[in-house]
């Protein structure tokens, strides 16, 4: 399920407070912050954006 757009716009990482993209991961879609390289879970359309359960982006760090 798509995250809303208006809301996709407005949210931030909480680490770096940088943009966030949609994506869809091997665990269900989550919010990427390619600065982190973290993976922010999205639980029924909700994000969260807890740091400590945030996942590390696949593939190797740049
Ligand atoms: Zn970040």
């Given at each position: 399920m798509?995250?809303?757009?208006e809301?996709l716009?407005?949210?931030?990482?909480?680490k770096?407070?940088?943009?966030?993209?949609?994506?869809?991961?091997?665990?269900?879609?989550?919010?990427?912050?390619?600065?982190?390289?973290?993976?922010?879970?999205?639980?029924?359309?909700?994000p969260?954006?807890?740091?400590?359960?945030?996942?590390?982006?696949?593939?190797?760090?740049?």
């Amino acid at each position: 399920m798509p995250i809303h757009p208006e809301l996709l716009a407005i949210v931030r990482c909480p680490k770096c407070l940088g943009a966030v993209s949609e994506r869809d991961t091997a665990d269900g879609p989550g919010l990427v912050c390619e600065k982190c390289r973290l993976v922010y879970p999205v639980v029924n359309e909700i994000p969260n954006f807890l740091v400590e359960e945030a996942r590390p982006l696949d593939g190797a760090p740049k």
